[in-house]
């Protein structure tokens, strides 16, 4: 799922890998949530 190789490209594939990491954490909480009430 690596984009091409661009000016940052290094810096914006860590950047959507911390979203995606983010996203999971944030559904995990929201699933969490949701059991807890």
């Not at 984009?3 to 699933?31: C, D, H, P, S």
Request: net charge positive; aromatic share 6%.
């Amino acid at each position: 799922m690596s984009i091409g190789i661009t000016i940052n490209g290094k810096l914006r594939g860590e950047l959507q890998v911390e979203k995606n990491i983010t996203k999971e954490n944030l559904f995990l909480l929201a699933r969490e949530k949701v059991a807890k009430w």
